[in-house]
C-alpha cells in the first residue's frame, strides 16, 4: 500500500498549492500587481504534474481496480473522473481570464482562482474520506502491487528532489507563505506578526565589525543592526562571509576591530561563552549534533548554562515544536534523517533561551521537501517573536520571511532593505535569484 502514502502527500502538496494561491489572491485583492509569472508557474505544475501524471494514475490504476472489486464506489468514481476530465479545461480558462486580470481589473480572475482552489481541496477531501478508506477494504493484495508500481514512479517537477528550474519561484513561494507543515513532524508554523519592531528597540548593533583569517580580511566594516522581535536575512554567494559573521558574533571568531552592542551592553571582549550565557545562541552550518548521544543529551548540552530546574519544561517546549524528536527521544542523535537533525539543532539553541537565534545556513544539504519544513519552522519561531539572524545561501527563501535584509559580497555589506525590497531589486534577484 505504499500508493497511498504516496498519493496522500501529493494531496499535502497540492493542498499547500492551494493554501498559497488563496493568499496571494487576498493580495491581489488589497491592491497589489497581478504576479503573472507566479500564477504560470501554478498552473504549469498542475498541468504538467496533476492533470498528466497524478489524475491519469489515479483512473487507470486506483479507480480502475476498486471499480472492478466492488460496486459500491460507482458514484463516487464517476464524480472524482469528472473532476479530472474537467481540470485542464477549467486551467485554461484560469489561464485567459489570467491574460484579462493582467490588463485591468482582477476581480473576476481572483474570483475564478478561489472557486477553483475550493473545488480542489473537495476533491482531495473526497479522496481522502471516502475513497482510500475503501480501496484499503476491498483492494487485493495483487491489486496494491500494480498500483504501487504505478505510483513508484513519481517525478514531481516541484516537490521532487530534482525540482525543475522553472518551479524555483514557485517553490519558494510556497515555501514562505504556506502555513501547515507536512513531513518532518514539526507544527503548524502559525500566523506571522504583521508590522516592523519599533526602530527605538534595538536588540543588537554591530559597528565596523572586522576580522580575519591569517592575512586575510574576512570581514570589511560590517554595520548594521537588529531590533527586538526581528527577522534578518543574511544572503550571499558561497564565501561571502555569512558563517564568518555570525561565529564572530558569538564570539566563535575573533573580532580584529569594531564594536558589538547587544541589549544595551558593550560585548565585543566578552567570551562566546559569556555571550551565549548573555542570550546569543546559534544553530551552527551544518548542524553539528553529537551523533552517538541520545537526542534527549544533545537538548541537554544547549542548556548548560540553564537552572536545572527549569531544563526538564524547556525540552518539553521542543518537543511540542517538534513531536518527531519526542518519538525518538532516546535514539542517538545520528540517526536522525538531515532534516530532523537540523530541528535537533535549533531545538538545541532554543534550550539556551536565546534573546537573539542565530541559524547558520538551516537548509544547507537538504533535499527540496526538507527544505521547505526548515523555512516552515523558521516561520514559526518568528511567529512567536523570536529575534533571529537567518544566514542563507538560498536568497529566495529567506527574503520573503524576514522583515529585513543584508546582501554580503567577499566581506562587504552591498545592499539593505526590507525583504520585499531586496526580492524586487534588480541587482538581487539577478545575481542571487536567477532571475
Not at 562571509?241 to 560585548?267: C, E, H, N, W
Amino acid at each position: 500500500m505504499q500508493a497511498i502514502q504516496i498519493i496522500q502527500e501529493e494531496h499535502s502538496k497540492l493542498w499547500r498549492v492551494a493554501i498559497t494561491v488563496n493568499i496571494v489572491a487576498d493580495e491581489l485583492d488589497a491592491g497589489s500587481p497581478v504576479p503573472t509569472p507566479f500564477f504560470n508557474a501554478v498552473f504549469d505544475y498542475i498541468e504538467g504534474f496533476v492533470d498528466q501524471a497524478h489524475h491519469p494514475k489515479e483512473d487507470d490504476f486506483l479507480f480502475r481496480l476498486v471499480r472492478l472489486r466492488t460496486d459500491r464506489a460507482e458514484s463516487l468514481l464517476a464524480q472524482l473522473e469528472e473532476n479530472h476530465q474537467q481540470g485542464p479545461d477549467t486551467l485554461q480558462a484560469l489561464r485567459s481570464s489570467l491574460a484579462r486580470a493582467s490588463q485591468g481589473d482582477c476581480s473576476a480572475f481572483t474570483q475564478a482562482v478561489r472557486v477553483y482552489t475550493q473545488a480542489l481541496k473537495d476533491h482531495i477531501r473526497l479522496e481522502e474520506r471516502e475513497l482510500l478508506p475503501l480501496a484499503r477494504e476491498v483492494l487485493l493484495p495483487e491489486d496494491w502491487l500494480e498500483i504501487d508500481r504505478a505510483f513508484l514512479d513519481n517525478k514531481d517537477p516541484l516537490f521532487g528532489e530534482q525540482a525543475s528550474e522553472q518551479y524555483r519561484e514557485l517553490y519558494h513561494r510556497i515555501v514562505a507563505l504556506a502555513p501547515e507543515s507536512v513531513g518532518l513532524g514539526a507544527q503548524s508554523a502559525g500566523q506571522l506578526k504583521p508590522g516592523v519592531p519599533s526602530k527605538s528597540d534595538v536588540l543588537l548593533a554591530i559597528k565596523g565589525m572586522d576580522s580575519h583569517y591569517g592575512r586575510i580580511q574576512a570581514l570589511k566594516g560590517i554595520t548594521l543592526e537588529v531590533r527586538r522581535g526581528e527577522t534578518v536575512a543574511l544572503v550571499g554567494a558561497n564565501g561571502a562571509g555569512k558563517t564568518t559573521f555570525l561565529r564572530t558574533l558569538s564570539g566563535v571568531q575573533p573580532m580584529s576591530a569594531g564594536r558589538i552592542y547587544f541589549d544595551g551592553t558593550d560585548i565585543s571582549k566578552l567570551r562566546s561563552d559569556l555571550r551565549m550565557r548573555s542570550g546569543i545562541c546559534q544553530s551552527p552550518e551544518g548542524r553539528q549534533v553529537f551523533g552517538p548521544l541520545s537526542i534527549e543529551d544533545n537538548l541537554r548540552l544547549g542548556a548548560y548554562t540553564q537552572p536545572k530546574t527549569q531544563v526538564e519544561g524547556d525540552m518539553e517546549k521542543v518537543f511540542g515544536m517538534f513531536p518527531i524528536l519526542k518519538e525518538k527521544r532516546k535514539l542517538p542523535a545520528g540517526t536522525l534523517s538531515g532534516g530532523q537533525q537540523q530541528m535537533l539543532a535549533i531545538g538545541r539553541a532554543l534550550m539556551g533561551r536565546p534573546k537573539l537565534l542565530l541559524l547558520d545556513e538551516p537548509s544547507m544539504g537538504l533535499a527540496p521537501l526538507l527544505v521547505e519544513e526548515v523555512f516552515n519552522v523558521v516561520k514559526m519561531l518568528k511567529s512567536q517573536g523570536m529575534t533571529i539572524i537567518l544566514a542563507e545561501q538560498n536568497a529566495f527563501a529567506a527574503l520573503a520571511i524576514a522583515d529585513r535584509g543584508y546582501v554580503l559580497e567577499t566581506g562587504n555589506i552591498t545592499l539593505t532593505g526590507t525583504g520585499k525590497e531586496l526580492i524586487s531589486n534588480e541587482q538581487v534577484r539577478a545575481a542571487y535569484l536567477g532571475m
